[in-house]
């Protein structure tokens, strides 16, 4: 059973400053806790019903005494920040900061000033799908530990690492190609399959800033058909990955 202290101090992680103090953040969801599980990730506290703990019983002995909570789904209801609340919720440590430079012969993904969570947890999920295993984030993005952000993951946060990194500054000291997603650059049927470098993609409304296109190698639209103004970011990022990876 949970205290009150401790329902008060999961429900506060709902906050990004008070992840940032603690370190810590929550994450929801059946798929999500067994896949956080199986993958060994730093689970300080799992938060289930007794008809999920019991299903998943083997995938919780490693983890200390104590750490393992059965609660009703009213409580479960109360810790959520979702509107629809799962069966199983988890709590992690943060993991260590990752080096932001981009490993020569690797493709990663670089994000600018995206801020919907549910777009950024889609990025990721789209990063694991075609083996992005690294993916920079600028400062002005939203938390990647945003509990909408990792509902959207679907569990793809386990295997994708994420850096926070200014952006201009990384197209600096790189040596990798670089791909900007842009509404007027070149058709990326025209384009090779990339074996390295760096797909960039802007904010939802604004797109890329200036400098960031400016000091990208290359310059890639999705070629329009219809009338439509522009591509949500999430949808761009997976078009473009599948015609420069596959």
């Not at 205290?3 to 906050?15: D, N």
């Not at 992005?132 to 994708?160: E, F, H, L, W």
């Not at 850096?163 to 990798?176: F, G, M, N, S």
């Not at 800033?209 to 990022?237: D, F, Y």
């Amino acid at each position: 059973m949970l205290s009150k202290a401790q329902i008060k101090y999961i429900q506060s992680l709902q906050h990004k400053k008070n992840r940032q103090k603690s370190s810590q953040y929550v994450a929801e969801g059946d798929k999500i806790v067994q896949e956080l599980l199986q993958a060994g990730m730093p689970v300080k506290g799992v938060f289930a019903t007794v008809e999920w703990l019991e299903q998943h019983q083997a995938l919780l002995n490693n983890l200390p005494a104590g750490a393992v909570v059965a609660v009703e789904s009213t409580v479960l209801k109360q810790l959520s920040s979702l509107t629809t609340p799962n069966r199983a919720m988890a709590l992690l440590d943060m993991p260590a900061p990752v080096d932001p430079m981009p490993d020569p012969g690797s493709v990663v993904l670089a994000l600018e000033a995206i801020q919907d969570p549910g777009n950024m947890g889609t990025l990721i999920r789209i990063a694991d799908w075609f083996g992005i295993s690294r993916i920079i984030c600028s400062p002005d993005c939203v938390d990647v530990y945003n509990p909408k952000t990792i509902q959207a993951t679907m569990g793809s946060m386990v295997r994708v690492r994420i850096a926070e990194y200014d952006i201009p500054e990384l197209l600096r000291k790189t040596t990798l190609p670089s791909y900007a997603a842009t509404l007027h650059g070149k058709n990326i049927a025209d384009f090779p399959v990339i074996k390295e470098g760096i797909i960039l993609i802007g904010n939802e409304g604004r797109g890329l800033t200036e400098e960031v296109t400016a000091l990208a190698t290359h310059q890639i639209t999705i070629p329009r058909l219809g009338g439509a103004e522009s591509l949500n970011a999430a949808v761009a990022a997976g078009i473009i990955c599948g015609r420069l990876l596959i």
